[in-house]
């Protein structure tokens, strides 16, 4: 019984599809083997199966095989032709949907025109904060800036629920007029294209990211300089909507609506210890506004200071106080402790204002400036009183002294005398009684002189009872200065409401 099959698929010029012959008996079939060939892709492969495969079994499993790997390469083949033709319709799809929705589209016009005031949702995100300048009142801060509002005509229907754009589209319809009312610098960062983010649901609420770097002032009052704390504040709103056409709200609550990076801050004399949150309205000649306000509220660093200013002020006003303890006699060395520590506190003064903006008010370091300076020139002054009364006793001993001098000078002159008269007239010595009794009586009053010579020394180098007194004074005065300073300007800390912690 001769049985033939014949299963034939050409092969079309766009797609390779299998071409099969496979014949048991008649005139194609030979008496040692059949040949079963198939071009796949427009590669012949030739399978010599029913000879090698020893009979009609090999022969039927050899097509199994065969017709396994042809449905599963047709399947594939619809997969990825599928898979393919679903990606260029969704993005035909895409075409479609951006350009019907900017289709009659007027970005002069606000969502909402004649209808309702529209909402503008914002949210900060602070990326790094600092520098802060003291001498120009200012600090920089770089952020995320987020907007969030509804458009009713950018509402559309489709596959996906969110349309992921970037700033091509957001230039192409209406977005927010916000401006900082206290910057005086503002950059939005174009590097390598602008950082702008733009996300439209299918509601037709948007969300509107940019990234900013802004230089805002900061008023600050610096009557207790270095030990001050500041609050920075950054307010923003509407350039050109009134309050009854477009208002701001926060996007959360008043604890999240600001947040500020863990390693954000980029300070070195300050401390970030919190931003606070809230809103205001300001009344202009064109109307009134919303303003969005968010105070960084900042505790200055003291060490840079107590290491550059405090401790070489408190070292000289001790450096001053060394001189009451030298010789009063020491002019040269007192005067050299006085005038030295006056001129360092001269400067002392000068260079710690350089830091600073010419302000009319005396800070706290100028208050302890003033005080040292004052101890200083108070020691100089203490020495010139000491100096002036020592010269006073000086000149009145010096007076005595002399005429002690003179009168010893008479009494060994009177003993030469005698002694030349004894010479003189020795054979005369003992009949004359008087000369005796002249020469035993003269060389006691010499020395009685000497107690006075002793005692005015003992004056010359005594010590001044002002000197004395200062070396008890000074310190205590200064120490206790001291004690009031410190106690009363580091227990001082602002209390703040609604402050959110930094982290």
Same mark, same amino acid.
């Given at each position: 019984?001769?049985?033939?099959?014949?299963?034939?698929?050409?092969?079309?010029?766009?797609?390779?599809?299998?071409?099969?012959?496979?014949?048991?008996?008649?005139?194609?079939?030979?008496?040692?083997?059949? /040949? /079963?060939?198939?071009?796949?892709?427009? !590669?012949?492969?030739?399978?010599?199966?029913?000879?090698?495969?020893?009979?009609? !079994?090999?022969?039927?499993?050899?097509?199994?095989?065969?017709?396994?790997?042809? @449905?599963?390469?047709?399947?594939?083949?619809?997969?990825?032709?599928?898979?393919?033709?679903?990606?260029?319709?969704?993005?035909? /799809? =895409?075409?479609? %949907?951006?350009?019907?929705?900017?289709?009659?589209?007027?970005?002069?016009?606000?969502?909402?025109?004649?209808?309702? @005031?529209?909402?503008?949702?914002?949210?900060?995100?602070?990326?790094?904060?600092?520098?802060?300048?003291?001498?120009?009142?200012?600090?920089?801060?770089?952020?995320?800036?987020?907007?969030?509002?509804?458009?009713?005509?950018?509402?559309? &229907?489709?596959?996906?629920?969110?349309?992921?754009?970037?700033?091509?589209?957001?230039?192409?319809?209406?977005?927010?007029?916000? +401006? $900082?009312?206290?910057?005086? !610098?503002?950059?939005?960062?174009?590097?390598?294209?602008?950082?702008?983010?733009?996300?439209?649901?299918?509601?037709?609420?948007?969300?509107?990211?940019?990234?900013?770097?802004?230089?805002?002032?900061?008023?600050?009052?610096?009557?207790?300089?270095?030990?001050?704390?500041?609050?920075?504040?950054?307010?923003?709103?509407?350039?050109?909507?009134?309050?009854?056409?477009?208002?701001?709200?926060?996007? &959360?609550?008043?604890?999240?609506? @600001?947040?500020?990076?863990?390693?954000?801050?980029?300070?070195?004399?300050?401390?970030?210890?919190?931003?606070?949150?809230?809103?205001?309205?300001?009344?202009?000649?064109?109307?009134?506004?919303?303003?969005?306000?968010?105070? +960084?509220?900042?505790?200055?660093?003291?060490?840079? =200071?107590?290491?550059?200013? #405090?401790?070489?002020?408190?070292?000289?006003?001790?450096?001053?106080?060394?001189? $009451?303890?030298?010789? &009063?006699?020491?002019?040269?060395?007192?005067?050299? +402790?006085?005038?030295?520590?006056?001129?360092?506190?001269?400067?002392?003064?000068?260079?710690? &204002?350089?830091?600073?903006?010419?302000?009319?008010?005396?800070?706290?370091?100028?208050?302890?400036?003033?005080?040292?300076?004052?101890? @200083? $020139?108070?020691?100089? %002054?203490?020495?010139?009183?000491?100096? #002036? +009364?020592?010269?006073?006793?000086?000149?009145?001993?010096?007076?005595?002294?002399?005429?002690?001098?003179?009168?010893?000078?008479? %009494?060994?002159?009177?003993?030469?005398? #005698?002694?030349?008269?004894?010479? *003189?007239?020795?054979?005369?010595?003992?009949?004359?009684?008087?000369?005796?009794?002249?020469?035993?009586?003269?060389?006691?009053?010499?020395?009685?002189?000497?107690?006075?010579?002793?005692?005015?020394?003992?004056?010359? *180098?005594?010590?001044?009872?002002?000197?004395?007194?200062?070396?008890?004074?000074?310190?205590?005065? $200064?120490?206790?200065?001291?004690?009031?300073?410190?106690?009363?300007?580091?227990?001082?800390?602002?209390?703040?409401?609604?402050?959110?912690?930094?982290?």
């Amino acid at each position: 019984m001769n049985i033939q099959l014949h299963m034939n698929s050409r092969l079309d010029s766009s797609k390779a599809h299998p071409q099969l012959y496979w014949t048991h008996g008649g005139s194609r079939a030979a008496h040692s083997a059949s /040949l /079963l060939c198939y071009s796949v892709l427009g !590669k012949p492969l030739l399978l010599r199966g029913c000879s090698e495969m020893k009979g009609s !079994k090999g022969c039927s499993y050899g097509l199994l095989v065969y017709l396994s790997l042809l @449905v599963a390469w047709q399947t594939r083949s619809r997969v990825g032709v599928s898979a393919s033709d679903a990606f260029k319709n969704n993005i035909t /799809l =895409f075409t479609r %949907i951006l350009d019907r929705l900017l289709d009659g589209y007027d970005n002069r016009l606000r969502p909402g025109l004649g209808d309702r @005031v529209t909402e503008v949702k914002t949210d900060i995100y602070v990326t790094s904060f600092g520098p802060v300048s003291d001498a120009d009142m200012e600090y920089t801060v770089d952020v995320f800036f987020r907007q969030c509002w509804t458009d009713e005509r950018l509402k559309f &229907r489709g596959p996906m629920n969110i349309l992921r754009l970037n700033n091509l589209m957001a230039s192409k319809i209406w977005t927010p007029d916000t +401006f $900082f009312h206290n910057g005086k !610098k503002s950059v939005a960062h174009n590097m390598t294209m602008p950082n702008k983010l733009l996300r439209i649901m299918e509601n037709g609420t948007l969300l509107y990211t940019m990234r900013l770097t802004v230089q805002a002032e900061c008023p600050m009052h610096l009557e207790d300089f270095p030990m001050d704390s500041h609050s920075c504040p950054l307010k923003f709103g509407s350039y050109a909507y009134t309050l009854t056409e477009v208002t701001y709200v926060w996007m &959360r609550n008043a604890t999240f609506s @600001v947040e500020v990076a863990p390693d954000g801050s980029r300070l070195n004399q300050y401390d970030l210890r919190g931003q606070t949150v809230g809103n205001e309205t300001i009344k202009s000649s064109t109307g009134e506004y919303t303003v969005m306000t968010v105070h +960084f509220h900042l505790k200055r660093k003291i060490g840079y =200071f107590v290491i550059q200013t #405090y401790l070489p002020c408190i070292m000289t006003v001790i450096l001053s106080q060394v001189s $009451f303890w030298l010789n &009063r006699e020491s002019v040269p060395a007192r005067t050299v +402790f006085g005038v030295t520590t006056v001129l360092t506190m001269t400067t002392l003064s000068i260079s710690a &204002r350089n830091s600073l903006p010419k302000v009319a008010y005396a800070t706290a370091m100028d208050w302890f400036i003033a005080v040292c300076y004052a101890f @200083v $020139f108070s020691a100089l %002054i203490e020495f010139a009183t000491v100096n #002036y +009364f020592t010269k006073r006793g000086w000149a009145w001993d010096g007076k005595s002294v002399v005429n002690d001098k003179k009168k010893e000078g008479s %009494i060994m002159k009177k003993n030469n005398a #005698y002694a030349v008269a004894v010479a *003189n007239y020795a054979p005369h010595i003992g009949k004359d009684s008087a000369l005796p009794t002249v020469s035993k009586s003269a060389p006691a009053e010499p020395a009685k002189a000497q107690p006075v010579a002793k005692e005015s020394k003992k004056t010359f *180098n005594s010590v001044s009872k002002i000197d004395r007194m200062s070396r008890i004074i000074f310190p205590v005065l $200064f120490g206790s200065f001291n004690l009031v300073y410190w106690a009363t300007y580091l227990n001082r800390e602002p209390v703040i409401k609604n402050m959110v912690p930094s982290h």
